[in-house]
């Protein structure tokens, strides 16, 4: 069975976007892109989460890298730090709709 052309259309334009079925809590939102963390990642000082692109696109536009935060330097070649196993399973906890599941009634 062929998917209609609209739903199609419409997961294409939703692909890398969350769509909760609950709010999820502010402290589960990177402070950089202001949304729900997605590859969450520590700053290489271990103090702040934020998103990974958000906090690698953040170190590379920088000349002096530092924590968007407190804004604590990081030495020469560090990298973000896995965020906490506790983080991530709350982040993976959330549901979300699909976007495929939204069939039009005919």
């Known amino acids: 069975m ?3 052309e609209a ?14 079925l609950a709010e999820p809590p502010p402290y589960l939102d990177c ?3 202001q949304t729900t963390l997605q590859e969450p990642v520590c ?3 271990g103090a702040h989460t934020f998103c990974r692109r958000c906090l690698t696109d953040w170190m590379g536009t920088t000349a002096a890298p530092h ?3 407190d804004r604590e ?8 730090k896995r ?4 983080l991530v399973d709350c982040i993976d906890a959330l549901e979300v709709t699909c976007a495929l599941g ?3 009634s005919l």
């Open 102 to 104: 939204k069939r039009p």
């Open 43 to 45: 700053c290489p000082t």
């Open 83 to 86: 965020a906490p196993q506790a």
């Open 67 to 69: 924590c968007p935060i």
């Open 2 to 4: 062929a998917l209609d």
């Open 7 to 20: 739903i199609i259309k419409q997961f294409i334009a939703s692909a890398g976007q969350h769509h909760f």
């Open 31 to 33: 402070s950089i892109c």
């Open 73 to 80: 330097a990081f030495r020469i070649g560090e990298q973000p």
